[in-house]
């Protein structure tokens, strides 16, 4: 822009702002939080990322926090006005309908889709609840043409059922791999119909179990005391809202001998990720060598990932939740060594389905893994629902959708 008279530019004030500064402000902050973690982004860092001075942010929001919750009303707002269709005679055309808009959604929020994955969980309880309103509304929405097409399912057994494809919908935020837009949107879709189609879960959700019911992590030494204390303190707290005395007093130590044994918290949260990786690359040895055939041992990986998943809910959950928070170079060769782990099932996957293109492959791989442990969650990791049986029939649905 430029002055009439002289041709020079505008003095920067008088530059008129975007009239959507604040939606902009709050997708961008929205991609960073899911990129980096909530807590390992700044206000300045966002103003930064848009163009503006930290001080004109406050123009818009108060805090970061407000700016949380913003973002994570635009995501659960578009959700609903993309599923807010034209009445449909027929159940099966408006379930499809459905499930097309939250396929392209899913495509088109990719970046933010981890504020419904993980970030939700520094919202306070009443931002917490206005979430969970919008995603009964969501299943509720997809429930009821469900219903219609299936009459032998109960309506929990049917929202268990539509809880399960919104995991699939929200895989594709949980990895970077490469997939045309057209294919990631036709893939997720087949695969949310296969889920639908399939066995219902046991649907009503157990509370969760006491921290002390979670299996100990060889604590023969001291240092796995810290450790698997820190585990459990994490996952139920977070990571950002652990001290090092919180992390002593659990395991019955004074806060400085906990340097005794980890250099520091972040330390700690990196052996928890390296204790992970080796359960998991465990998990995965003993069923591939226990298998006869590769369908048999496809089926053997995604029971021992089920088994792995409800028998370490706290190492697991914090295993997902917390990579943002991991020093670099540990964050780094876990994500490397996540990446190999998928790459095994991703292989697994093509020979017992020789025609599914590799990036097709990585896509439900990464949709079947997201599934077992958000509906895990769900379920407060409790067995005796019965949800470890039926998410193993599920998780293998989804592997194979349309073979």
């Known amino acids: 822009m430029h002055t009439a008279a002289t041709g020079d530019p505008a003095p920067a004030e008088t530059r008129k702002r975007p009239r959507n500064r604040k939606a902009q402000l709050a997708v ?238 972040a330390d700690i949260l990196a052996a928890a990720f390296y204790r992970a990786s080796e359960r998991v690359a465990e998990a995965t040895a003993v069923a591939l060598r226990g298998a006869g055939d590769d369908a048999g041992a496809l089926q053997r990986l995604v029971e021992s990932y089920v088994d792995l998943t409800f028998e370490r809910s706290a190492l697991v959950s914090v295993y997902l939740a917390e990579n943002n928070n991991l020093p670099d170079a540990d964050r780094h060769e876990l994500r490397k060594l996540q990446r190999l782990h998928v790459e095994e099932w991703v292989r697994l996957l093509g020979r017992v389905r020789p025609g599914l293109p590799v990036p097709e492959a990585r896509v439900l791989v990464h949709a079947a893994l997201n599934l077992v442990t958000d509906l895990s969650r769900w379920v407060g990791f409790d067995r005796s629902t019965g949800m470890d049986r039926h998410l193993v029939r599920l998780a293998v649905a989804v592997l194979t959708a349309d073979s």
């Open 28 to 265: 961008v902050a929205a991609e960073m939080f899911c990129e980096h973690g909530y807590h390992g982004v700044s206000l300045d860092e966002i103003a930064t990322e848009v163009g503006i001075s930290g001080p004109a942010i406050y123009r818009h929001f108060p805090n970061k926090y407000a700016m949380l919750v913003y973002a994570t009303r635009q995501l659960t707002e578009s959700v609903l006005t993309a599923t807010d269709l034209r009445p449909l005679p027929d159940p099966g055309e408006r379930l499809d309908a459905l499930l097309a808009a939250l396929s392209r959604l899913a495509v088109e929020g990719r970046r933010v889709g981890g504020l419904y994955q993980w970030e939700w969980r520094y919202l306070e309880d009443e931002h917490r609840e206005e979430l969970r309103g919008a995603l009964t509304a969501l299943v509720d929405r997809v429930g009821v043409p469900l219903r219609v097409l299936r009459p032998e399912l109960t309506e929990p057994e049917a929202n268990a059922l539509v809880r399960a494809a919104l995991s699939v919908f929200g895989s594709l935020s949980t990895h970077r791999a490469v997939i045309a837009r057209g294919k990631a949107e036709a893939v997720l879709r087949r695969t949310a119909w296969a889920v639908l189609r399939g066995e219902p879960p046991l649907p009503a959700p157990a509370q969760p179990r006491e921290e002390g019911e979670e299996p100990a992590l060889r604590v023969g030494a001291r240092r796995e005391v810290v450790l698997a204390e820190s585990i459990k303190l994490f996952h139920v707290y977070g990571y950002h809202a652990v001290a090092v005395e919180d992390i002593g007093r659990a395991a019955g130590i004074n806060a400085s001998s906990v340097y005794r044994y980890f250099p520091g918290k």
